[in-house]
């Protein structure tokens, strides 16, 4: 064996044990990009790389942030940004090597300065804390509820000549008899540990994440379909030109579409608001009528002082005006080029925390596993990334998340304790 393959072997041992130096980093990475592109060591590193990179949550979370970094790399490139898998051998550990020499601290730190693992203290709550699961609370206009969890399919209600069905764990709505009717409107919420899907009476599908409401008629009339929103919802809105689909998100901006899917998130404790646009057209203004649209009161249409119009990979964001300590007037910031993937993650049954801080971390577990989050201390400041299944138990997400340094207390009464450093 040549005195440069049984160094790459040397220093790739000491790479994946996390005994490597910056400077035998680098030179591994030199000894790799010299070798000729036939060599059986490439294969084998990356056959190595496919197999390891995710065996379990935590690595799994590991493996997508640099699986990200080698796309990025890649695409600037020119290499199409498949699937890791797709990308030869050459490229994928080339990328590599232009995360160590040029992303310092990015790359670095992944493989030689992460902390070692945190355990998870436990004064242990008496079960597990299981993921969440679909399931919601159906209010009708004369302030009754209906736990739809525990419904079986079939009808579940009648509502001024509309028939209010559950099929499949999907509530959906068919007319009957609307002539000289007036429409009653209904709202659907989800809990903490809750998602669920709504079909509205005009065919428009509403996937809600934990923590949402949704607030509609029973069938619409006019020239305008209503509703009303807030926490985090997709829509896939049915096609009808005669009639604009408006959706009024906290009470504090109106979105205005036609045929279209895009993904609206506008919790009141989160201090930003975002639209984010996947197809079609939108339109976006800020309002200070915070009246509800079925209500008695309202009046005509709210008009903002500012109006955005969105293209497909656009974000319209503006702060909560419930949050904002600057009190300057609502206005709207268009952001371009966004990773769809990243904001549709949890549609698709993933937690994303690419990019994100340890308390919009945070924010994305206590809704979804209804649990409290307190902080032993300061907040500590840790850049989270990756992603993760949110159909796995609490604890075992936990054990993926210590992997980036962040030590927990998981009490009971379904409190997490977050440890200062």
């Known amino acids: 064996m040549s005195e440069s393959r049984q160094n790459i072997q040397a220093l790739f041992h000491k790479l994946v044990s996390n005994q490597c130096t910056e400077q035998e980093m680098a030179a591994f990475f030199q000894l790799v990009r010299e070798l000729p592109e036939d060599d059986p060591l490439l294969a084998e590193l990356d056959n190595w790389w496919q197999t390891q990179a995710v065996t379990g949550p935590a690595d799994m979370i590991r493996g997508r942030r640099m699986q990200q970094q080698i796309r990025e790399l890649t695409a600037a490139a020119g290499t199409k940004p498949a699937r890791i898998i797709g990308i030869p051998a050459r490229q994928v550990w080339w990328a590599a090597a232009a995360l160590v020499l040029f992303a310092g601290a990015g790359a670095y730190t992944w493989f030689q300065s992460r902390p070692a693992p945190a355990m998870i203290a436990h004064t242990r709550a008496d079960t597990e804390i299981a993921p969440g699961k679909d399931g919601a609370i159906l209010t009708l206009e004369d302030g009754s509820q209906m736990i739809l969890d525990s ?7 009648t509502q001024s000549g509309a028939q209010v069905m559950l099929r499949n764990g999907q509530v959906s709505y068919d007319a009957t008899d609307q002539r000289h009717r007036k429409p009653t409107w209904n709202t659907i919420s989800t809990p903490r540990g809750r998602q669920f899907k709504v079909e509205l009476p005009d ?128 206005s709207v910031r268009v952001l371009n080029n966004i990773d769809t993937d990243k904001v549709m993650a949890w549609k698709n049954g993933f937690f994303n925390f690419e990019g994100a801080s340890l308390k919009e971390a945070m924010n994305q577990l206590v809704r979804w596993y209804n649990i409290e989050v307190v902080y032993e201390g300061p907040e ?42």
């Open 151 to 157: 419904l079986s399919d079939g009808l579940i209600a």
């Open 380 to 421: 500590p400041a840790i850049e989270f990334f990756g992603e993760v299944s949110r159909n796995i138990s609490l604890t075992d997400l936990l054990k993926a998340l210590e992997d980036v340094g962040v030590h927990f207390r998981l009490e009971s009464g379904r409190k997490l304790v977050v440890l200062s450093q």
């Open 203 to 330: 065919g428009t599908m509403v996937w809600m994440n934990s923590g949402s409401s949704i607030t509609y008629p029973t069938f619409f009339v006019g020239k305008e379909r209503r509703i009303e929103t807030s926490g985090e919802l997709y829509m896939e809105v049915a096609k009808d030109p005669a009639m604009t689909f408006k959706v009024k998100v906290n009470r504090q901006a109106v979105i205005e579409v036609t045929g279209t899917r895009f993904n609206v998130k506008a919790y009141a404790d989160e201090e930003l608001m975002a639209t984010t646009l996947l197809s079609g057209w939108l339109q976006i203004y800020t309002t200070t009528d915070t009246s509800c649209w079925h209500c008695p009161e309202t009046h005509g249409q709210p008009m903002g002082a500012q109006a955005v119009t969105l293209k497909p990979g656009q974000q319209a964001v503006f702060m909560n005006a419930a949050l904002n300590k600057t009190k300057q007037s609502p």
